[in-house]
């Protein structure tokens, strides 16, 4: 579904990617792990087409999208769950969920409304309440429920369980595999690697803006002293 070529993304001086290739097959969960720092919201924000002047090559489906600005990537079918999740605090959930759906019929919001709020039950009971008074946990549903208005093929979800409590990381994780039995294809960056690599088919490790590991989640599950190992030498 996605094929990422030799990416290269610099701020400045700062070479925050240094020519990284991952590749997400259709109905996969990839896991793209590292430390701050890594890279890894450079790496899922170019794929969004967010960063300027990001070099390198990016398919979707076999359809090269790298010249094309992030909302004509949505309408490609690419939605990201951004890291801060980036809601209009003073919009409503249904507002803020709404929102995910610019560039599809108005039409099909209504459909595309119920299959989140069946995905995240929970969304329901705060349909109206204002984003700022929910729970972070509460804010990251809707933020991959407004991702998910878009009707992606392809979900980036920036750490997904950056700063919840263990229930919402695990809602969020049930409703991600859920996704996946559906056949989206899900790129999730964590630097919490233990929930991420159960979930995952495939995992990448990112340090200092390199790939210096890959395999199937199942091999870095086996030795997760590979991976720790890496995170722990690039935090420092
Ligand atoms: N907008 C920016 N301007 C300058 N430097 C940035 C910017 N965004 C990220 N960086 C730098 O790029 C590197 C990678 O950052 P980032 O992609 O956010 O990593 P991660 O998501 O893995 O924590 C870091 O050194 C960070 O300071
Ligand atoms: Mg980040």
Redesign the pocket.
Known sequence: MLHVENLV?R??K????SGISLDVGEGQIVALV????????????SIAGH?LGAEGRITLAGEDITALPPRERVRKGVAIAP?GRRLFRDLTVHENLSMGGFCRPREREAANLKRVLDLFPRLAERIHSRAENLSGGEQQMVTIGRAMMSEPRLLLI??LSLGLMPKNVDLCYEAILRLKREGLSILV?E?NTTKALQVADHAYV?SS?RLIWKGTAAEARDDPSVIQAYIGSSAH
Do not use: F, P, R, W
């Not at 590292?34 to 924000?45: C, P, V």
């Open positions: 993304c701020y400045g700062i070479e925050a990617v590292g430390a701050n720092g890594a890279g890894k919201s450079s790496t899922i924000q960063v890291e920036d750490e960056v630097q990112l803006g």
